[in-house]
């Protein structure tokens, strides 16, 4: 499957990303078009009130949806991150980020390094954006079935989910040209407090499905290299 893609359209179109990315706040700034297919699983999310956990991917534009999240639904919305390697690569992007209207939380290893994200979902009942496509190396996983091979998705999200009580609602973006993305909103999927291990692997493999679906039909968006 991936032999098949055309790579250069691939590296195209995270430059393209990466310099748009930049641009939030400065004079050359241009605001995005934006088509969202599958808004009225945001608005049921919303509407609960319990905050939102967003899984999101390394693909076209997928920054661009904290941003429009937080405009369109008025809530307070955080990236979670792990840190880059460079700090100072780290500071131009969590700037230019930040310019868009998006707060950046990094977390490593430490477990008590998510308790702000606890109290972010249930106590501000704010929405966090999380990538799932690229488990940190130190973390647990989940095994899943992935574009039909043996895949994995961080374990952290789903025990956040049982934890706050709040949907996981993946989200997926890709870049149709300059400042030109489309959003895709799935279904929100919720765990119980005391889900079983089969529970969370079976939400987690619908997560997984979802994902599969979506790199298909969008193989030179997933920036997975």
Do not use: H, L, T
């Given at each position: 499957w991936r032999e098949a893609i055309d790579t250069s359209q691939t590296f195209a179109s995270y430059a393209g990303c990466v310099a748009e990315t930049l641009t939030t706040g400065?004079?050359?700034?241009?605001?995005p078009d934006?088509?969202?297919?599958?808004?009225?699983h945001v608005r049921v999310a919303v509407a609960e009130k319990r905050g939102m956990i967003l899984l999101t991917m390394h693909t076209g534009g997928w920054e661009v949806a904290g941003p429009l999240l937080a405009e369109h639904t008025h809530s307070d919305v955080v990236l979670v991150m792990h840190g880059e390697r460079d700090p100072s690569a780290m500071h131009i992007h969590d700037r230019a980020r930040e310019a868009g209207g998006?707060?950046?939380i990094h977390i490593g290893p430490d477990p008590l390094a998510a308790l702000p994200l606890v109290r972010h979902l249930t106590e501000k009942k704010g929405a966090a954006a999380m990538q799932v496509d690229r488990p940190p190396a130190s973390g647990r996983v989940l095994d899943v079935k992935l574009l039909d091979r043996a895949g994995t998705l961080p374990e952290g999200p789903f025990r956040l989910a049982q934890l706050t009580g709040a949907p996981l609602l993946p989200v997926f973006c890709e870049r149709l040209g300059f400042r030109r993305y489309?959003?895709?909103a799935h279904s929100a999927r919720t765990l119980p407090r005391r889900a079983t291990p089969e529970q969370v692997r079976a939400v987690a493999q619908s997560v997984a499905d979802d994902m599969t679906r979506f790199l298909r039909a969008h193989p030179t968006q997933w920036f997975e290299f």
């Open positions: 400065s004079k050359n700034y241009v605001a934006v088509q969202i297919f599958g808004g009225e998006v707060r950046v489309r959003f895709e």
